[in-house]
């Protein structure tokens, strides 16, 4: 009697959808490029139940904490963590650079045309987080004024409203909640066919592109998302929760799956939030406020992006970058990422911007716009693990401070 063979499982499926979805775009090349409106379909489903389930599981995490000092202690943490780890993310791709040269004998032969941007004040930084029109804000899409939306009305239901009211609203936004994810389990079954044709699109596309004049810029850039990922965040990881850090990676597998597939912040938050549920076992209203808030402050890829751009920059023209430039850069860079998300037109602007900031050609960032697909998925996938070794970080810490606090209450009682 023939013995069942086990199905994989969808972490599994995934993997092989990426590796022979990479395969077939480097084989037909550009021509692949018909099929990638199946991954866009697949983006396309993903991304528009987001913006719903990130209110309402905001809305269920702060107001379940039932405490506001609770709430701005774990705030605090989180905006603590998020800071640390992007100025280390740029601090490691300044010296990454430094060490591989990426702009040494470049030279600049054509550019896109660039115009002056006005760089982020804390005042513009500030006033990104709020809107004028929520529902408007949720049409488009607006991640961080839903996010600041959801923190300040979850924090009137715990003050102000009646404890009747709050369980029949809560009661409802968790249903919802449910709903939201019941749809979005059923196209993640899909994940394997859009990570295919995603990945087939990318390297069809930008397969041999990495081999030309800008290779080594590339090259600096996934060595820094290397060392960033397995050795600071393995370690952080590890010193916050006390917990295998290899394990860690195998277990969030569907997480920097999806975001290296997708190039989608928005799009692995889903995936993101029920990995932390589920496979992580973490503090449900730690992780469903940690992710969302991380897709808009936690950009560790982006800060080491700007690391690697300064240093690319300055050997290009020839410039020699002291200590207290590289100082300059790597704050800069930090800053640009509090930015970025009131920013129109992505890192490209946002490159502008940095250039202009530190006194160098804004003319590189057309030039670097080029090979942004190529390094995207890189930074991507660094955005959403960071955010997810943050939720673990302060996960781990609640529940070693629950524990002090029910072990401080028994003390008395141990003493009769």
Same mark, same amino acid.
């Given at each position: 009697?023939?013995?069942?063979?086990?199905?994989?499982?969808? =972490?599994?499926?995934?993997?092989?959808?990426?590796? &022979?979805?990479?395969?077939?775009?480097?084989?037909?090349?550009?021509?692949?490029?018909?099929?990638? !409106?199946?991954?866009?379909?697949?983006?396309?489903?993903?991304?528009?139940?987001?913006?719903?389930?990130?209110?309402?599981?905001? @809305?269920?995490?702060?107001?379940?904490?039932?405490?506001?000092?609770?709430?701005?202690?774990?705030?605090?943490?989180?905006?603590?963590?998020?800071?640390?780890?992007?100025?280390?993310?740029?601090?490691?791709?300044?010296?990454?650079?430094?060490?591989?040269?990426?702009?040494?004998?470049?030279?600049?032969?054509?550019?896109?045309?660039?115009?002056?941007?006005?760089?982020?004040?804390?005042?513009?930084?500030?006033?990104?987080?709020?809107?004028?029109?929520?529902?408007?804000?949720?049409?488009?899409?607006?991640?961080?004024?839903?996010?600041?939306?959801?923190?300040?009305?979850?924090?009137?239901? +715990?003050?102000?409203?009646?404890?009747?009211?709050?369980?029949?609203?809560?009661?409802?936004?968790?249903?919802?909640?449910?709903?939201?994810?019941?749809?979005?389990?059923?196209?993640?079954?899909?994940?394997?066919?859009?990570? !295919?044709? @995603?990945?087939?699109?990318?390297?069809?596309?930008?397969?041999?592109?990495?081999?030309?004049?800008?290779?080594?810029?590339?090259?600096?850039?996934?060595?820094?998302?290397? /060392?960033?990922?397995?050795? !600071?965040?393995?370690?952080?990881?590890?010193?916050?929760?006390?917990?295998?850090?290899?394990?860690?990676?195998?277990?969030?597998?569907?997480?920097?799956?999806? $975001?290296?597939?997708?190039?989608?912040?928005?799009?692995?938050?889903?995936?993101?939030?029920?990995?932390?549920?589920?496979?992580?076992?973490?503090?449900?209203?730690?992780?469903? &406020?940690?992710?969302?808030?991380?897709?808009?402050?936690?950009?560790?890829?982006?800060? @080491?992006?700007?690391?690697?751009?300064?240093?690319?920059?300055?050997?290009?023209?020839?410039?020699? +970058? $002291? /200590?207290?430039?590289?100082?300059?850069?790597?704050?800069?860079?930090?800053?640009?990422?509090?930015?970025?998300?009131?920013?129109?037109?992505?890192?490209?602007?946002?490159?502008?911007?940095?250039?202009?900031?530190?006194?160098?050609?804004?003319?590189?960032?057309?030039?670097?716009?080029?090979?942004?697909?190529?390094?995207?998925?890189?930074? =991507? =996938?660094?955005?959403?693990?960071?955010?997810?070794?943050?939720?673990?970080?302060?996960?781990?810490?609640?529940?070693?401070?629950?524990?002090?606090?029910?072990?401080?209450?028994?003390?008395?009682?141990?003493?009769?």
């Amino acid at each position: 009697m023939l013995k069942k063979v086990k199905k994989p499982g969808l =972490t599994t499926q995934i993997l092989i959808g990426m590796v &022979l979805g990479a395969l077939c775009g480097l084989i037909v090349g550009p021509e692949i490029e018909v099929i990638s !409106f199946i991954g866009t379909i697949y983006l396309y489903l993903l991304r528009c139940g987001v913006v719903p389930l990130i209110f309402c599981n905001i @809305l269920l995490a702060v107001t379940g904490m039932g405490d506001v000092k609770k709430l701005g202690r774990i705030g605090v943490k989180l905006i603590v963590l998020f800071m640390a780890t992007t100025f280390v993310a740029a601090a490691i791709g300044l010296v990454v650079a430094l060490v591989i040269h990426p702009g040494a004998g470049f030279v600049m032969t054509e550019a896109g045309e660039v115009t002056e941007q006005a760089a982020p004040t804390l005042a513009s930084i500030c006033l990104s987080f709020f809107g004028t029109n929520i529902i408007g804000s949720m049409a488009e899409g607006t991640l961080l004024h839903v996010i600041s939306f959801a923190i300040i009305s979850g924090i009137g239901v +715990m003050l102000f409203m009646k404890e009747d009211d709050q369980a029949k609203l809560l009661g409802g936004t968790g249903l919802i909640s449910r709903y939201i994810m019941s749809f979005l389990r059923l196209v993640m079954k899909f994940t394997p066919i859009g990570v !295919f044709c @995603l990945m087939s699109k990318t390297t069809g596309l930008y397969g041999t592109d990495v081999l030309g004049p800008l290779g080594k810029f590339i090259l600096a850039i996934y060595i820094a998302i290397f /060392i960033h990922a397995f050795v !600071f965040y393995a370690g952080i990881y590890f010193a916050g929760t006390k917990k295998n850090p290899f394990k860690f990676w195998k277990t969030i597998s569907p997480v920097w799956m999806t $975001s290296l597939s997708t190039c989608s912040t928005a799009a692995t938050m889903p995936v993101s939030m029920r990995t932390c549920e589920e496979n992580l076992k973490l503090r449900k209203e730690i992780s469903d &406020l940690t992710i969302p808030l991380g897709a808009n402050m936690n950009m560790d890829g982006n800060g @080491l992006w700007y690391g690697v751009v300064a240093v690319f920059v300055a050997e290009s023209i020839g410039l020699d +970058m $002291s /200590i207290g430039t590289m100082i300059v850069a790597v704050l800069t860079g930090v800053l640009m990422t509090l930015g970025s998300p009131g920013i129109p037109g992505g890192i490209v602007v946002s490159t502008t911007i940095f250039l202009q900031a530190m006194g160098m050609p804004a003319e590189f960032a057309a030039l670097l716009g080029g090979i942004v697909s190529v390094v995207d998925m890189g930074l =991507t =996938t660094l955005n959403c693990s960071g955010s997810v070794v943050v939720a673990a970080m302060v996960s781990a810490g609640e529940d070693r401070r629950e524990e002090k606090e029910k072990a401080a209450a028994k003390a008395p009682e141990g003493k009769e």
